[in-house]
């Protein structure tokens, strides 16, 4: 009886044990060391993005299927500017629809577009696809429906945040800003308050080069809502900020080209090649590495990939962009066939011409110093001849002899 009694009770310190071990491995938890205790949050689920890198900074509930409400605008908002050229009203009729606790002009919008809700909702999962989104399906353009086929999580919802910060939507909307005295700026993009629209938060923050996107849904009030977003803002841009190893169009060395007017493409960085940091870490934690084709075939179009290059931090690959080719180069002619391009042909030719020129230009200079140099040798002759006729014909007006 004892025997079983210390049996019952090993049993109830393990599964104890392992309990507290899930809480711990469950909460919301950072991606890297920070410093600081992160915020308790009123939302039941929550994700803050670097909008620069795509990398999550905090998580809770990262999986979790929820029904998107409010936040199914910012997808709205997305096919919009992909399938209509939008005018100034546009983009204030997206600001306000964003912003709005209802769905006032969020299904005029749709069939505006594509002439029914439901064919713009294909347009709209065409687009989660797209993006990348796994568990994402939308049957409501406003996102105002409890139905449950209309779902998705937090980590497709933060693609679709980030493409809409990507976008021009979001330097173009007009929306208040809030600033702290630590030079952080908050702006809320999606809001939703009530049980039609959903108690959700979709907002960004900047401070400095460093922008983060934060999603927060399932808190008990609007309220809470924002206050867990721009929260949970302050926490990761103080621990956390974007840095910049390679920007947009910097030179990354050059790759060869088989058959082209030039025997070498350059090549550069198609986009900036950002990382996220502690914001404590140095630069120098990032190291570049360049990978590029062997060879290019012509014609070689200007913004052809012709490599990556990566960020690496503790020997691990975090980060990485396309090299493009900064020119088009056409194809050359049949001597290109024995290694030799158009330019190379131009130069040779060039360099032949000048070689020309100059055994011209000395045989001239050398042609002109033996005429001058035979002209005094003549000279000298006429002179001494002279000189030898006058000795003569004093000698023989004096009648000297010879």
Known sequence: MTLNRRIRKTYICFITALIMVLSVFTQAVPVFAVTGEAPVTDSSAAIVVDAGTGAVVYRKNEKASFNPKAMTKLMTALVAADKKKLTDGDIAKIGDMLTASDSKGTEALAKEISGSTSAFCKEMNAKAKELGCKGTNFVSPEGQTSDEKHKT??????????????????????TEKKKDKDEKAYMTLVSGDGEKSGICTVAVGDKGETRLIVLATGGSSAESSLTDAESLLSYCLDNYRTYTAMKAGEKAGKVKVKGGQKSYAKVAAKEDLKVTLPSEGADSLVETETVLEEELKAPVEKGTVAGKVRAIEAGVVTAEVDLVVTGDIGTGGPWTKVGISDYMLIGIGAALVLLLILVIVIKVKRS?????????RAKKRQEEAMRIALERAEKKRRDWPY
């Open 153 to 174: 999580t937090l980590a497709d919802m933060k693609l679709i945040a980030k493409a809409f910060a990507d976008s021009k939507l979001s330097s173009t909307i007009k």
């Open 368 to 376: 002109r110093k033996k005429k001058r140099i035979a002209e005094m």
